[in-house]
């Protein structure tokens, strides 16, 4: 898994109790998880689908330094599953995990489009091709 984005919880992504507000998280992990379907996919009409479950394992407070984390799991002929997991940085406890956040591939129409994807791809190897 690889966790690329860091978050810094502050006052204004608090909950009444004092914690990380779930709506928050899910929101970062939304725009996280779009990014990361978008440069697999080459294309930024990719839309969120369906997501699984979310596990909500422990709280993050205020000053707590988090990382999302995101691996491809499937690639299906439009479509791209993930997973997810987020962790406090310094400790590694994880906070949130969801086994299946599925992107769909659309076309300038919005209909989905099939994006020849077979694996999981790097930038890097792809500027030296």
């Not at 330094?65 to 997991?85: D, K, P, W, Y």
Request: charged fraction near 25%.
């Amino acid at each position: 898994m690889n966790f690329h984005t860091r978050k810094w919880v502050k006052p204004e992504d608090l909950n009444p109790n004092g914690t990380l507000f779930g709506g928050s998280l899910l929101k970062w992990i939304d725009e996280e998880a779009a990014i990361y379907a978008i440069v697999q996919l080459e294309n930024q009409r990719c839309v969120t689908k369906y997501i699984s479950e979310i596990n909500f394992v422990s709280s993050a407070k205020k000053g707590d330094i988090i990382e999302l984390g995101m691996e491809a799991m499937n690639f299906g002929r439009t479509s791209l599953t993930l997973r997810c997991e987020v962790r406090n940085k310094l400790t590694h406890k994880t906070i949130l995990a969801i086994d299946k956040i599925v992107f769909v591939s659309l076309d300038e129409n919005g209909n989905p489009q099939p994006h020849g994807k077979t694996e999981v791809t790097y930038v890097k190897d792809r500027l030296t091709k």
